[in-house]
């Protein structure tokens, strides 16, 4: 068993201090955190109930897998906060999203080279847009193996929140190496959830997608098609007002 938890911090953060410094990026990450899932553990095989029959299993994206690695990059602040007015999503806000995905396909490549050189394999699925269009199911879910992985705990947005908040972007590579995994934190992260009254996510869901009764996925999918337009690239099927000017934008705020 490889305790690689230390080694994966600092993979991740070269990759994250390189793109920041070389690739004439505008955004900016916070400290990343980084969590390990036994791809045998069991939360997996419910995803097909939780998230659809065609979420696949670690065993099915990597022949022998043994472990599934997840990492969240926080937006800085003013990336988060800049996405607080109006009904489109911010600027800086769309092109993180986009940077992002660029750098998680760079943290992924950097991370499966380090694993091939320890004598293992690694495979990854893609940041995003790998799910059905028509019933808007993934075949991978990066939040919810960060879920099992131990990152964070679900919110009434339905996003994950983690020790530095929802206001950022997950991803996930898994692996034939057996590394040492992480604990799942038994505490809500959510306010509502650990009883406290909140529903703020719910309130900056001014389009009706997000309610007390839960996510309406089309609804949301629609919003987010709306900033494509505006922004006239097929990648900006963003939105994110449920997660920006909440307490659990930038913190776990059970934890504060
Ligand atoms: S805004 Fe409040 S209710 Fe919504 S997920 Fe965050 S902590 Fe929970
Ligand atoms: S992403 Fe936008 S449309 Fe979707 S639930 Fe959040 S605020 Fe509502």
């Given at each position: 068993m490889l305790r690689l938890q230390k080694d994966l911090q600092l993979w991740i953060e070269q990759e994250i201090n390189e793109f920041s410094q070389n690739c004439g990026v505008a955004s900016q990450w916070r400290e990343p955190l980084v969590a390990v899932a036994a791809a045998k553990d069991e939360l997996f095989a419910e995803l097909k109930q939780a998230v659809g029959p065609e979420h696949q299993l670690p065993e099915d994206m990597l022949p022998g897998a043994r472990s599934v690695i997840c990492y969240f990059l926080p937006f800085i602040p003013a990336i988060a906060n800049s996405n607080s007015e109006s009904r489109r999503a911010s600027l800086p806000w769309f092109r993180a999203y986009l940077e992002t995905n660029q750098l998680i396909a760079r943290i992924n490549s950097r991370l499966k080279q380090e694993l091939e050189k320890m004598g293992g394999k690694a495979d990854f699925a893609a940041a995003?847009?790998?799910?059905?269009?028509?019933?808007?199911?993934?075949?991978?879910s990066h939040k919810h193996a960060a879920y099992i992985a131990g990152l964070g705990r679900f919110g009434n947005h339905q996003m994950l929140i983690t020790d530095r908040g929802s206001a950022g972007r997950i991803g996930s590579l898994i692996t034939d190496l057996e590394i040492t995994r992480d604990t799942r934190p038994d505490q809500e992260y959510c306010l509502n959830r650990a009883g406290?009254?909140?529903?703020r996510c719910l309130e900056r869901?001014?389009?009706?997608?997000?309610?007390a009764a839960g996510l309406d996925k089309e609804k949301c999918y629609q919003i987010c098609l709306k900033n494509v337009d505006f922004f006239?690239?097929?990648?900006?099927?963003?939105?994110g007002k449920c997660t920006t000017l909440v307490p659990c934008a930038l913190k776990n705020p059970v934890d504060a």
């Amino acid at each position: 068993m490889l305790r690689l938890q230390k080694d994966l911090q600092l993979w991740i953060e070269q990759e994250i201090n390189e793109f920041s410094q070389n690739c004439g990026v505008a955004s900016q990450w916070r400290e990343p955190l980084v969590a390990v899932a036994a791809a045998k553990d069991e939360l997996f095989a419910e995803l097909k109930q939780a998230v659809g029959p065609e979420h696949q299993l670690p065993e099915d994206m990597l022949p022998g897998a043994r472990s599934v690695i997840c990492y969240f990059l926080p937006f800085i602040p003013a990336i988060a906060n800049s996405n607080s007015e109006s009904r489109r999503a911010s600027l800086p806000w769309f092109r993180a999203y986009l940077e992002t995905n660029q750098l998680i396909a760079r943290i992924n490549s950097r991370l499966k080279q380090e694993l091939e050189k320890m004598g293992g394999k690694a495979d990854f699925a893609a940041a995003t847009h790998n799910f059905s269009r028509e019933k808007l199911i993934s075949f991978w879910s990066h939040k919810h193996a960060a879920y099992i992985a131990g990152l964070g705990r679900f919110g009434n947005h339905q996003m994950l929140i983690t020790d530095r908040g929802s206001a950022g972007r997950i991803g996930s590579l898994i692996t034939d190496l057996e590394i040492t995994r992480d604990t799942r934190p038994d505490q809500e992260y959510c306010l509502n959830r650990a009883g406290e009254k909140c529903n703020r996510c719910l309130e900056r869901c001014v389009f009706g997608a997000l309610t007390a009764a839960g996510l309406d996925k089309e609804k949301c999918y629609q919003i987010c098609l709306k900033n494509v337009d505006f922004f006239k690239s097929e990648n900006a099927d963003v939105c994110g007002k449920c997660t920006t000017l909440v307490p659990c934008a930038l913190k776990n705020p059970v934890d504060a």
